[in-house]
């Protein structure tokens, strides 16, 4: 019998990172640790070893931890951080580039990260292009394996109270998921459950290379 793959968690305290958690649960062929700032509530019958630290301290935790594979859920929005664009380029970039640079130092294999729909460096949408520079820069890092994820809006119960207009969007975004097909079919909604059951599937995948992952893949990769 093999050993349980070494996975850590980066951004265990959000909305992706608790379904992640959850998903795991079952797993015996993973070892799951979580690197956070503070205590969470944890799952019933989670199985994860949370590795509480500032995040000045996070790439000497990432280097003892050792992991096989590092999924990266980390991010904020641009109205969290109150319109402050350095603040959001601080967690998003920096501290995304900085995890995932510890990570290739300490020999993980594959990294898989949480990104959006739209991603592209030469965007004229903040946001979008902050993530793509993100990509960019994760692909000269080199790591034998990268998986990108592009989700739409996330669907799921946010900690905190909810903005009317991401609980508009929830509510409507399972009826406009239905014209968007074709090209449009890469942005559809997706229920964070499901994604964090796409980024379970997708630890340890061969073969080696750089994969990019929107909506129509997620649901092949459910299919399985």
Partial sequence: MSEPRRVLLVGATGLVGREVIAACATRADITLSGLARREIPLPQGARIELLLADTAHWPQAIADARPDTVVVALGTTIKAVGGDKAKFRAVDHDLVLTCAEAAKSAGARQLILVSSVGAELSSRNFYLSVKGEVEDRLAKLHFARLD????????????????????????????????????????RSVRARDLARVIVALIGARPDGRYVHHNPEFRRLLAR
Avoid: C, H, Q, W
């Fill in 148 to 187: 990108i994820l592009r989700p739409g809006l996330l669907r799921g119960t946010r900690e905190g109270p909810v903005r009317p207009a991401e609980r508009l969007g929830m509510i409507l975004s399972p009826l406009v998921d239905r014209f968007l097909r074709g090209s449009l079919a890469r942005y």
